[in-house]
């Protein structure tokens, strides 16, 4: 036997008297392997990408025509700061191979975001391209409506934030997959193919003095399950883990008590003469040859119906409650021509078995992290217009936060003892989003 089959035949033998050098080294492999695979992939998916965003680059425009511009705000912060390099490598290539003009401002923080997003107008681009997570859309959102009444540029939005629970939300079949680039690629692709959709804020106010606190697409949220969520970020080094262990070390340490709230809320309204204006009808500016022509028409300054004469006798009526429970949802609903609510609360008598269950099963295994999957965890579940409600003081100083958008209020902000309002409004944003994924193969 020659001694290279000698040395292959000692194999065996050395790996099994070295187990835990072979245990280590195998998972390095492993790790590595995988880190390949998944590079190759994603490199694969973007060479595609770029085929399709190339027909675009490479049509002719006329001499008096202006390439696209975008205008890319990003959040520094977003993704423990991974989302820039994330940019450059998915988005940023489809942008230039398709021909558009791209500006790109990096942020310091959300609140910069909020503070440039309420500045731009069409002189300086033609549309915004959002690159961060639900904190980001939140803010942007706001710049646009507290300083004006309507959105004057649309708004693509890049998978930039840790979870990304209002993308996965609006359009689950594209964000829902975050294995590879695919969602990341098509969300720049829908800027470039300029796959439209109407979205409708919500806002966010304190009804004791009707000042507004907030816009947003997303929800506002409170609870046990809200900040477990919130600690299974910083347990990083259990990997794959994390949400498992966040969920029953923080129930190990702690017991869930509920919040108990005094709510008011708004029946919902499709649309009927109280609680929709009347449109807005431009007179008509006369020419010379309307001599010819006739009496130019009036016009309805943005297309929008009339509810002249729909009556709705639920309209305004407010219901009130007391409730309790573990965790409170409140989720902007889309519709036709308007936004409105739906209200969530969990059982009052959850435990720390129930809220580690609802965990495991309706969240984590459902790759879920905004709400549980399982519809009997909110015995509470209506719709409304508008809701009100004020926390009362007795709430575990380890909840005693809202999390608006993603965005938890400050740690100094009194949330108890006030009555908040949260509102579904009419006013709409022109917005980039993906309908499908294309590339089903990979």
């Known amino acids: 036997m020659s001694k290279f089959a000698q040395k292959v035949g000692r194999i065996p033998k050395v790996l099994y008297e070295h187990k835990k050098k072979t245990v280590f080294f195998s998972f390095c492999g492993y790790l590595a392997g995988d880190w390949v695979y998944r590079w190759s992939r994603n490199q694969t998916i973007r060479a595609e990408y770029s085929k ?45 191979l398709a021909g558009i003009s791209v500006d790109i401002v990096k942020a310091k923080d959300e609140k910069q975001m909020e503070q440039l997003a309420g ?16 904190g980001a859309i939140g803010k942007v959102v706001s710049g646009i409506f507290k300083n004006r009444e309507k959105s004057i540029l649309p708004i693509g939005f890049y998978p930039g934030g840790y979870d990304n629970a209002f993308l996965k939300r609006i359009a689950p079949e594209v964000f829902a997959n975050s294995q590879d680039v695919r969602a990341a690629c098509e969300s720049a692709m829908a800027v470039i193919e300029e796959q439209k959709r109407n979205l409708y804020a919500f806002e966010v106010k304190n009804a004791e003095n009707d000042e507004i606190i907030e816009y947003g697409l997303s929800d506002l949220s409170m609870g046990w399950n809200r900040q477990i969520e919130e600690v299974r970020k910083k347990m990083w080094y259990f990997g794959g883990l994390r949400r498992r262990w966040a969920y029953i070390w923080e129930m190990c340490k702690r017991s869930p008590s509920p919040i108990e709230l005094q709510i008011e809320y708004e029946q919902p309204c499709s649309g009927c003469q109280k609680c929709r204006p009347k449109p807005i009808i431009l007179a008509p500016t006369w020419r010379w040859w309307h001599i010819l022509t006739g009496t130019p028409k009036y016009r309805n300054s943005d297309a929008e119906r009339d509810f002249t004469g729909i009556i709705n006798e639920k309209c305004g009526e407010w219901q009130k409650m007391e409730a309790k429970g573990s965790e409170i949802l409140i989720e902007n609903q889309q519709n036709t021509d308007h936004s409105s609510l739906r209200l969530r609360i969990s059982a009052a008598d959850s435990s720390r078995l129930s809220v580690i269950s609802d965990g495991f099963s309706a969240r984590i295994a459902e790759n879920h992290v905004g709400s549980s999957r399982n519809p009997d965890y909110y015995p509470i579940d209506i719709s409304a217009n508008s809701v009100r409600f004020k926390i009362a003081p007795e709430i575990s100083d380890y909840i005693r936060k809202m999390w608006l958008s993603s965005i938890p209020t400050d740690k100094s902000a009194e949330i108890c003892e006030k009555w908040w309002e949260v509102r579904g409004s009419l006013k709409k944003l022109e917005c980039f989003l993906p309908k499908n994924v294309r590339l089903q193969e990979f």
């Open 119 to 134: 500045a731009l107008d069409q002189q300086e681009a033609d549309a915004i391209y959002v690159v961060g997570g639900d």
């Open 52 to 96: 399709i965003a190339r027909i675009f680059g490479e049509k002719t425009i006329s001499p008096e025509d202006r390439p696209r511009r975008i205008f890319v705000l990003i959040n520094t912060d977003a993704n423990l700061r991974n989302v820039v390099d994330n940019f450059t490598k998915n988005a940023l290539p489809l942008f230039h």
